[in-house]
């Protein structure tokens, strides 16, 4: 076998976004964001104490985020940068919704006044007006209680808050999860196969992403406990063909002023294996499991090919 059949190959998404998906974003999410835009207004204008806005932000932000990467999902978007663009989408309808609201919100509140379903309130919306009403504002006194620069000021920060809280929770949800093409559907998981007392930062591991999970046989084994990487699958409800291997971990690292810091470590990302391979895995996870038990600790050196287990015969083709 030549070097480069060898190689495992890595999930990249194909990019594909349905039809659906942009009506789902138009008919659900950007009316979902104009909706919490105007709840957040009112609850920056009804409550007005200023760490309100910071809540008020994160609450909107949350929504936004999560209703975003959730109807992408929904849709079966798979492409990253139509996600980002729906939710950067989402992010501007519901600030420009809010602003839409304030003038008509902002009165209500003053007079204490019902707010009035009327055409005043609609026209609000225009552009031109929400200009005239930020300037306004700039040039007398604005909801904070502020003016001029002060104002813009609390109002670029108050966007970045709603951005930065829309992207937290955005990344969150969406993660990096494949997508089985042949079945039409995502995989599911991500399920824990194994998880071996190796560092993550183990030089063998550029070997697994080259030559596969054979070579996870070369890690070397740790005996302090401090490290753990854990190797975890997702795979396609529907067929055995689709099955992505990755592996994270963390481990409690000192550096040179000896400050001792946690720090979490991806090895692997979504690398396409077969069933058997995971199978294969789970073993070892087993065997390591009966070694530990046999010998009451963990052994003092070596690495997982010193264990008395059998190996793969591909594993031996390594040098
Ligand atoms: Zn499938």
Redesign the pocket.
């Known amino acids: 076998m030549s070097a480069a059949s060898l190689r495992p190959s890595f999930y990249s998404p194909s990019g594909l976004v349905p039809v659906a998906a942009w009506i789902m974003v138009a008919a659900l999410l950007i009316p979902l964001a104009v909706i919490s835009g105007m709840v957040y207004c009112a609850a920056v204008v009804f409550i007005p104490v200023v760490k309100m806005r910071w809540i008020a932000s994160l609450g909107l932000g949350w929504v936004l985020g999560s209703s975003a990467a959730r109807i992408c999902r929904l849709g079966k978007v798979r492409a990253t940068l139509f996600a980002v663009g729906a939710t950067g989408l989402a992010v501007a309808s519901a600030y420009y919704a809010a602003w839409g609201m304030h003038r008509a919100l902002l009165t209500a509140a003053r007079l204490g006044a019902d707010l009035q379903f009327n055409q005043e309130l609609l026209r609000g919306f225009l552009p031109t007006e929400i200009a005239r009403w930020m300037s306004w504002q700039v040039q007398n006194i604005g909801g904070p209680g502020l003016s001029g620069w002060p104002l813009v000021g609390v109002w670029i920060i108050e966007l970045g808050a709603i951005i930065y809280f829309t992207r937290t929770t955005f990344r969150a949800a969406w993660d990096e999860r494949p997508f089985?093409e042949?079945?039409d559907?995502w995989t599911v998981g991500p399920e824990e196969v194994v998880s071996l007392p190796v560092s993550p930062s183990d030089p063998a591991w550029q070997r697994v992403s080259e030559i596969g999970p054979d070579a996870i046989r070369k890690l070397q084994l740790i005996e302090d406990g401090n490290e753990s990487v854990s190797l975890s699958v997702r795979c396609?409800p529907?067929?055995e063909?689709?099955n992505y291997l990755s592996a994270a971990g963390g481990g409690w690292h000192a550096n040179e002023q000896g400050e001792t810091s946690y720090q979490e470590i991806t090895v692997l990302r979504n690398m396409a294996v077969t069933r058997q391979q995971i199978e294969e895995l789970r073993a070892l996870g087993d065997e390591l499991d009966e070694a530990y038990h046999e010998l009451g600790q963990r052994p003092a050196d070596g690495s997982l090919e010193n264990e008395p287990v059998s190996y793969s015969d591909s594993a031996a083709s390594s040098p």
């Open positions: 089985c042949s079945c559907c396609c529907e067929c063909r689709a």
